[in-house]
Structures are given as structure tokens and as C-alpha cells.
């Protein structure tokens, strides 16, 4: 798969709460807006890899990208065979992003350790790349990228992946993450955005996405590295104005051209957009505006 993103997809978790056949029918919809590829997530949901098949066999050229599947989720080398298997039926449409989650959902949900998360990856990695594998190959070696916000995470990423996928980040990390990882790996940040010019209305949004991740260490250390502090999520269900303001887009449409365009500038490859909406709706109208605007 050649690594040719675009320069703006659509990242989004909204999927999990519709039915398959609406999730098959939102990426028939962004395929037919021109959006080349969309980021799909793994939490507590759906499977990723059964999900990715879904939607990748309802388009046709739609590229189908986790951002992230949880490495704690499943073993090395049925890693590698789902990223096999995919690649080889769907060529040059499947790109895999690894990540090591958080504490909460791989202590607390799934039990198991997270005592070393870049040990763990860097053995993950090494599994990977020498597991079997009996069935038909893709034609080529399938490509990954890595969820990565700390310098060590990136420059692993940077030796071991094709690329990175930083989430929950400002252009200034993209900026320091593309130092780090040098100029020939793939910068793919997710960027938030509320389509709302109230501010009142599009922080309640904001704040309703961005309060679930700041129960997780490595965000909150990584939003120290940004300039925040932890004044700004004293209480985390109500992070302050400026963390929100930073962390997500909202406004008009200009303002959500003007962030990608940050990113793009800062030595982004690719920008993944994540509408918010209320109540995890589908923003189907706010991705055709997204699309008019940025395709």
C-alpha cells in the first residue's frame, strides 16, 4: 500500500452506535464525497478488523484505516493475520495503526498489565515480524503506523512503522513530532472539530469527547509536554476553555480549515477529522460541508 493518504480523512467512533448496514451505508456515503480513507476505532465496540471487512466490502475504493486497534487486544500473531488477511482481499486499501490504549481499558476492562507499554510494543513489533503465516499473502507488505505522542513511542514508530497517528494533539506536537520522526515517515494527527459557532454550545460538545481521555496517563503527561497544566483538567469532566480551545477545532467552517492547514503546515502528511456531534450522531451533512471545503 502506498502510503498516499490525502491530505484530510475522517476518523470517527460514531459508527458504534448505528447498526452494521448504516455503518456500511456512511461509508458509501464518504466514498462518494471523495474522502479517501476513514479511521475507524477500537474500544469496548465493535471488532475492528470484522468492522474494517464490512466497510471495505461495501466500497470500492474507500481506504479503511484503525486508528487505534489495542495491541493488548489480541496477540502478535493474530495481529499479523488479520492485517494479512485484509490486505491480500482488499489491496492497497487497508492500512493497520497500532496502539498500547490506556490503563483504564487494558487494566481495568481487559486485565491485563500495562506496566511497560514501549517494552511491550517493541516486542509486539518483533512478533509481528516473525509470525507465520500459511494463507495467501498480500502482494505487497502491508504498511502500519503506530498511535504515538511521547518521543520514545515516536521514535520507534519512526524505525519500526511507516508512520505515526498522534491523537488528542495540537499543531505544535505535530510540528515536534515531524523533528522527531524525520521527514520521510507519514505524520497522520487526529484533529477534532465542532461545526457550533456558540461558544457555550460547541465547548459542551468539545468537552463531552475530551473528558474521556483525560483519565489516562499518557494523554495528561503528553498535554504537560503541549504547555497545559493540570489546572486545566482539575476536574476532568469540565477541562478548562483553553484545553478545549486547543485541543479542538470549533466555529465556522474557515476555522476548521485554518486547524487542518496548521497541521498541514507544521509537516502533517494527513489530517484525520473527527466531527463531533451530540449523542454520537452521524454528521453526515457537517462531512459534506468538510468535504466541499478541504477535497
Not at 460514531?14 to 464518504?30: G, S, Y
Not at 489495542?70 to 502478535?76: C, E, F, L
Amino acid at each position: 500500500m502506498d502510503l498516499e493518504l490525502g491530505p484530510v480523512g475522517i476518523w470517527t467512533s460514531a459508527l458504534e452506535a448505528h447498526p452494521a448496514h448504516v455503518a456500511r451505508q456512511a461509508a458509501q456515503e464518504l466514498e462518494s464525497m471523495g474522502f479517501p480513507i476513514l479511521w475507524i476505532n477500537e474500544t469496548t465496540g465493535r471488532d475492528p478488523f470484522v468492522l474494517a471487512t464490512l466497510l471495505l466490502d461495501a466500497t470500492s475504493s474507500l481506504e479503511v484505516a484503525t486508528g487505534i486497534a489495542n495491541i493488548y487486544a489480541r496477540d502478535a500473531l493474530t495481529m499479523s493475520a488479520s492485517q494479512k488477511t485484509l490486505a491480500e482481499a482488499f489491496p492497497d486499501r487497508f492500512l493497520l495503526g497500532l496502539g498500547v490504549s490506556s490503563p483504564v481499558l487494558v487494566e481495568k476492562v481487559r486485565r491485563h498489565s500495562y506496566a511497560k507499554p514501549l517494552s511491550f510494543m517493541r516486542s509486539y513489533l518483533d512478533a509481528m515480524d516473525s509470525a507465520p503465516y500459511s494463507s495467501v499473502p498480500p502482494q505487497t507488505p502491508p504498511p502500519r503506523v503506530l498511535a504515538a505522542l511521547g518521543p520514545k513511542m515516536l521514535e520507534l514508530a519512526a524505525s519500526r512503522a511507516d508512520g505515526v497517528h498522534p491523537y488528542l494533539t495540537t499543531p505544535d506536537h505535530t510540528r515536534e513530532a515531524r523533528q522527531i520522526i524525520g521527514p520521510d515517515a507519514v505524520l497522520a494527527p487526529e484533529q477534532m472539530v465542532v461545526l457550533e459557532t456558540d461558544p457555550g454550545v460547541a465547548r459542551d460538545i468539545a468537552r463531552a469527547s475530551v473528558s474521556f481521555y483525560l483519565r489516562a496517563p499518557g494523554y495528561l503527561a503528553n498535554l504537560r509536554r503541549m504547555g497545559f497544566s493540570d489546572d486545566d483538567w482539575a476536574d476532568p469532566r469540565d477541562p478548562s476553555n483553553r484545553l478545549i480551545d486547543g485541543i479542538v477545532a470549533w466555529g465556522d467552517m474557515d476555522a476548521v480549515v485554518r486547524r487542518i492547514a496548521e497541521h498541514r503546515d507544521a509537516g502533517a502528511d494527513h489530517v484525520c477529522v473527527q466531527v463531533l456531534t451530540p449523542q454520537g450522531e452521524l454528521p453526515l451533512d457537517q462531512w459534506r460541508e468538510l468535504a466541499a471545503a478541504v477535497l
